[in-house]
């Protein structure tokens, strides 16, 4: 039996380039017609299924490749299309894409210099390029908005001692209170947001309150509506109380590439922490978090020794020392897609794409401002637009909801503030047409009892 051939080394560019037809050809015929596979969950785990058939066969499949991508490809959520705008899930960027397949044809690992020479200088640069534009020193690549939280948590729990206690808002990130927990934290304060942000004048409260040490969470884009927290109010109330500082601009964080935008951002660097995450306003494929730092002595609590990774006469001689950069160890090299779409689009492009989907907002808000049979809530910070169907229950938005997940049509998010329950538009796609989003309402429409 002869060997499969390896996707690295000098037969990897030959080995790869039919199989990468291969997945072409079932990413071109495995349609799905709209921005969801029909049917709800059963039909489509029906139909996965009847196509993966034995996964383990006693004979493998030389047609596996095809067969596996086109069902995942017929049966997946396409961010893509203008009608799946449920959530922070970006469509990638071909560029980006692309330079992923290099990564996992090279397969870098970022435990040690000697598994990943150009990629931990890669890195390093990435992160600092990126954590500068965020008025930061350093940043650490991470999995995503939640680990980043959990890290920021972390190094803030090292620095102020076991009793620090976590300060948020209702509106905050799930992952900042459960991570709290995980890192046995004292129970967090929550703070009320009922105008949807985090109010200082209540926060000053709460810090006087309550001992501290405290860390104060806020929020530049949250994940309901895409609000931001009046971040410089809230800085100086955490200067006045001697409280650290944590900004999640896990979401609003791309807005710093745009000069029409970046002001809303305003206080950003008076964080000692900031989560950012480029799977949402930065277009990358999964996964493409960081955390920011402001003091880099704060990522010093994350030295951690193995001999065989980074031994003291291996870094004494200059290898670089990657293991206090993340907890974990095996790492993807995630930086070079960043560093691709950064290199490739520029400042400027990927502020025009930022522009573009913010824009797309304030138009499908203006639609339904003007449509009589619709509600909106708000007019949008960043690119997220809450409405409902006027003079109806929230039964009934949510029935409306899943009828338009099931039948393939929309995809479209919910959320609950004031009270009651709205849908959600979350645009990031910068390819959406105004005609698009009247399609949108129009189908939203048609599903909605009269």
């Known amino acids: 039996m002869s060997m499969p051939p390896l996707a690295s080394g ?30 709800g969950p059963p039909a489509v785990a029906a139909r996965l299924r009847q196509a993966a ?33 449920a959530h922070l899930h970006c469509p990638p960027l071909a560029v980006a894409t692309a330079a992923d397949l290099a990564v996992s044809a090279l397969n870098p690992s970022l435990d040690s210099w000697d598994q990943a ?11 600092r390029t990126l954590a500068t534009r965020a008025g930061m020193t350093d ?22 001692g076991p009793t620090l206690q976590l300060v948020c808002g209702a509106n905050a990130h799930h992952s900042l209170p459960r991570a709290a927990w995980l890192l046995g934290l004292p129970p967090p304060l929550i703070i009320p947001t009922p105008t949807g942000t985090l109010d200082p004048t209540a926060l000053a409260d709460t810090l006087t309150t309550h001992p501290g040490p405290h860390l104060v969470a806020a929020t530049a884009g949250t994940t309901d509506a895409g609000l931001i927290d009046p971040l410089p109010a809230i800085a100086a109330h955490t200067t006045t109380h001697h409280a650290r500082l944590h900004i999640d601009a896990a979401y609003g964080g791309g807005l710093l590439f745009s000069d029409h935008h970046r002001h809303k951002l305003t206080g950003l ?23 920011a730092v402001r003091d880099p002595h704060d990522l010093t609590v994350l030295h951690h020794h193995a001999d065989y990774l980074n031994a003291d006469d291996d870094t004494d001689s200059g290898l670089p020392d990657l293991l206090g950069r993340s907890l974990r160890t095996t790492r993807r090299p995630d930086t070079l897609k960043i560093a691709v779409t950064l290199k490739t689009l ?44 006027a003079h109806t ?20 998010g919910r959320a609950r503030l004031d009270g009651r329950l709205w849908l959600k538009a979350t645009l990031l796609n910068p390819h959406t047409r105004p005609e698009d989003l009247t399609t949108l309402l129009a189908l939203t429409e048609g599903h909605t009892p009269r």
Do not use: M, Y
């Open 269 to 291: 660097p008076t964080a000692h922490t900031v989560t950012l995450d480029l799977h949402k306003l930065g277009w990358q494929p999964v996964a493409a978090g960081l955390l």
């Open 346 to 389: 520029g400042r400027t492009g990927l502020a025009a794409l930022v522009d573009q989907v913010c824009a797309l907002a304030h138009h499908l808000a203006d639609l339904i401002t003007a449509h009589p049979r619709f509600e909106l809530h708000a007019p949008p910070t960043i690119s997220t637009v809450l409405f409902r169907p």
């Open 393 to 412: 229950t929230d039964d009934t938005v949510a029935t409306l909801r899943r009828d338009l997940l099931t039948q393939g049509h929309a995809v479209l």
């Open 10 to 39: 000098p037969q990897g560019p030959h080995a790869l380039r039919p199989l990468l037809a291969a997945v072409l050809d079932a990413l071109d015929t495995g349609t799905r017609g709209g921005p969801l596979p029909a049917g």
């Open 53 to 85: 058939g034995d996964l383990l066969p006693e004979h493998g499949d030389p047609h596996a490749l095809h067969t596996l991508v086109r069902a995942l490809t017929e049966g997946a959520a396409d961010p893509a299309h203008p009608h799946c705008a």
């Open 139 to 160: 940043a650490l690549v991470t999995t995503g908005g939640t680990e980043a939280n959990h890290l920021a948590l972390l190094l803030a729990r090292e620095t102020h």
């Open 117 to 127: 020479p150009a990629a931990s200088e890669l890195e390093a640069l990435v992160t």
